[in-house]
Every structure is written in structure tokens, then in C-alpha cells.
């Protein structure tokens, strides 16, 4: 088996970055941070929907060409998993983060035949231990 890495698989861009906010919510409403939400379809506190996708995108499309018509894993994040499985359905990429189907360790499958996206499944392979 090959490892490779590509940076295109990096979390997003986010100037929370480092900063707790999951655990303590409650720190979005210091005035420091209300420049950064004003606009959450965009988003306004990093980097882009459409940015997200497209380098996604790119790293998939990228990887299929490597291993042509075989099987490959790629690693990424949530927010970067869900906006690449929602480019890929042709969704809107802007969502509440609260329905995100991209849990610890879940696996999102993305089947190809050709050039074509024929199937979509998700599994949490570690959700009973």
C-alpha cells in the first residue's frame, strides 16, 4: 500500500482556528468576534463553501486518476468531507453544521463508474464500541 499526502485535504481555513468555541459557544458573543458573523452562508470567519469544494473536488478527482479504477482511502475533515459530499450531490454547500452526517472516524464512500458518480454511502464503522 502507498501513502501519499495532499495538501488539498487540510481543514478548512478559519480564523476560530485554536480557539475552543465548540465546548464554549458562549464566546461568540464577545464583540471581538462579531465581524467574522455576518455572513454564514459564505462563511464570513474563513475559508469559503466553494473553495472548500473545489479543492475537495480537485484532490478526488486527482486521486481516481492515481488509482484508476481501484480502490482509495482519503483522510480529510468534517466540514471538508461534508462540503465535498454535497458538491458531489449537487446540493447548496451552505448548512447547519448541527445535520452534518460526518462523525469521529465515520467513512463517506463516494463510487464512481466511468466518470460518473453512482453512488453515495455513509457508514460509522466504530459507532457500537
Given at each position: 500500500?502507498?501513502?501519499?499526502?495532499?495538501?488539498?485535504?487540510?481543514?478548512?481555513?478559519?480564523?476560530?482556528?485554536?480557539?475552543?468555541?465548540?465546548?464554549?459557544?458562549?464566546?461568540?458573543?464577545?464583540?471581538?468576534?462579531?465581524?467574522?458573523?455576518?455572513?454564514?452562508?459564505?462563511?464570513?470567519?474563513?475559508?469559503?463553501?466553494?473553495?472548500?469544494?473545489?479543492?475537495?473536488?480537485?484532490?478526488?478527482?486527482?486521486?481516481?486518476?492515481?488509482?484508476?479504477?481501484?480502490?482509495?482511502?482519503?483522510?480529510?475533515?468534517?466540514l471538508c468531507v461534508w462540503t465535498a459530499r454535497?458538491?458531489?450531490?449537487?446540493?447548496?454547500?451552505?448548512?447547519?453544521?448541527?445535520?452534518?452526517?460526518?462523525?469521529?472516524?465515520?467513512?463517506?464512500?463516494?463510487?464512481?463508474?466511468?466518470?460518473?458518480?453512482?453512488?453515495?454511502?455513509?457508514?460509522?464503522?466504530?459507532?457500537?464500541l
Amino acid at each position: 500500500m502507498q501513502v501519499r499526502s495532499d495538501e488539498r485535504l487540510i481543514e478548512a481555513g478559519n480564523h476560530f482556528q485554536g480557539t475552543p468555541i465548540g465546548s464554549r459557544p458562549a464566546q461568540l458573543l464577545n464583540p471581538r468576534y462579531w465581524h467574522l458573523l455576518v455572513d454564514p452562508l459564505r462563511p464570513s470567519w474563513g475559508e469559503s463553501y466553494d473553495s472548500i469544494a473545489q479543492r475537495m473536488s480537485a484532490a478526488i478527482d486527482a486521486a481516481r486518476d492515481f488509482a484508476h479504477g481501484r480502490e482509495i482511502v482519503l483522510v480529510s475533515h468534517e466540514l471538508c468531507v461534508w462540503t465535498a459530499r454535497r458538491h458531489a450531490e449537487g446540493r447548496r454547500l451552505w448548512h447547519d453544521p448541527r445535520r452534518r452526517e460526518c462523525t469521529l472516524a465515520s467513512v463517506t464512500t463516494l463510487t464512481y463508474h466511468d466518470d460518473v458518480l453512482s453512488s453515495l454511502a455513509y457508514s460509522e464503522p466504530c459507532a457500537d464500541l
